[in-house]
């Protein structure tokens, strides 16, 4: 089992930048490829980016690519999703989340392991 905590949210302008952190309990944190979810007042749960477990494979969302940087140290058992050029549209709660099966996925469904989610607010 994963225990995953997320933190590093908060409030910022846009166009600035803030840096979240997931930190997984246990050790076969490196078995798992991890994603940032995001959701929204009223709106679903979405895919904002992946890491496949090595830190080789990365994907990212089209809303958020060239602007997010997803990355790992498994050393740490961490996770991170470096967040520039923040825009309005940005704010949401960020969730983590561990999946054990092989291949990325943006489908919150396949994923196993969830944090409880940190807030990022973006202000105009």
């Known amino acids: 089992q994963v225990q995953l905590v997320e933190s590093g949210g908060g409030l910022v302008q846009a166009g600035g930048s803030l840096r979240l952190s997931c930190a997984a309990s246990g050790r076969t944190f490196s078995r798992y490829a991890m994603g940032w979810f995001r959701q929204a007042p009223g709106k679903e749960r979405e895919f904002v980016a992946f890491i496949g477990h090595s830190g080789v494979a990365t994907y990212y969302a089209d809303s958020v690519k060239g602007r997010f940087t997803i990355s790992r140290d498994n050393a740490k058992n961490t996770v991170y999703l470096q967040m520039n050029t923040l825009k309005p549209e940005d704010t949401a709660v960020y969730y983590c989340?561990?999946?054990?099966?092989?291949?990325?996925?943006?489908?919150?469904?396949?994923?196993?392991?969830w944090g409880q989610g940190t807030q990022v607010t973006v202000s105009s």
């Open positions: 989340a561990a999946r054990g099966s092989t291949g990325w996925s943006i489908h919150p469904y396949s994923y196993d392991y």
